[in-house]
């Protein structure tokens, strides 16, 4: 027996996949350039690149597993104008191309579609770097060991901005500019000992809200 496998897109409910893809898709327009190059081939562009590899962190998948799981999204292949699914490596590339602030410009689009608490905490974590190119490092004469992340999380879970670093900052320097940049998701701010600073403290009162460092 044979399937019969003609659909109409338009009678099937969207999934929260594809309205996902499709919110990715508006605030990549606001933000990414059409095209990394005007010497570009123009087979895809960077923002078909962008969503899908918004795909891929949302579905926690390889870049391997994200190209292969696309052949079936005939939905969302379809929001991309997307004849056809690039490479993996084509993928990865198109990461790297898109710069930090970039990504951060993305978040804080997305951060507004929800529904924040406007308790936020902020930390540090170091990540080890031991696959850093020895190559690289030795032309550059940088150690890159280990990456410093700074995170401003809301209460209720959702990442609201985040800083990485190579250098050796120590976190009231950090601090500053993302608060700044975030004070309107901002209504309380908790931070352990590390960012007991009087600066700190003032410019949490000259942007209107608390701060504690009891935890």
């Not at 350039?33 to 005007?38: A, I």
Request: aromatic fraction near 6%; include cysteine; charged fraction near 30%.
């Amino acid at each position: 027996m044979q399937l019969n496998l003609e659909l109409d897109l338009d009678e099937i409910p969207e999934t929260e996949l594809y309205r996902f893809a499709k919110e990715i898709k508006r605030l990549v327009a606001r933000k990414v350039l059409r095209y990394s190059s005007k010497y570009s081939r123009k087979d895809y562009s960077l923002r078909q690149h962008a969503v899908l590899v918004c795909l891929k962190i949302k579905k926690e998948d390889a870049y391997r597993e994200i190209v292969d799981e696309a052949v079936e999204m005939l939905r969302i292949r379809n929001e991309l104008n997307l004849d056809e699914i690039p490479h993996s490596s084509t993928l990865c590339r198109a990461f790297n191309k898109l710069s930090m602030r970039i990504w951060r410009t993305l978040l804080r689009l997305s951060i507004k579609k929800l529904d924040l608490t406007g308790v936020a905490g902020i930390d540090a974590s170091g990540f080890d770097r031991g696959y850093a190119s020895r190559h690289y490092t030795k032309r550059t004469k940088m150690k890159l060991s280990s990456l410093k992340t700074t995170l401003l999380v809301d209460a209720s879970g959702a990442i609201i901005d985040l800083y990485i670093t190579t250098m050796r900052k120590h976190d009231t320097k950090i601090a500053p500019p993302i608060i700044k940049h975030n004070s309107k998701s901002i209504d309380v701010l908790l931070g352990d000992k590390g960012y007991g600073d009087q600066e700190l403290r003032a410019l949490c009162l000259k942007r209107g809200y608390k701060a504690s460092n009891q935890v």
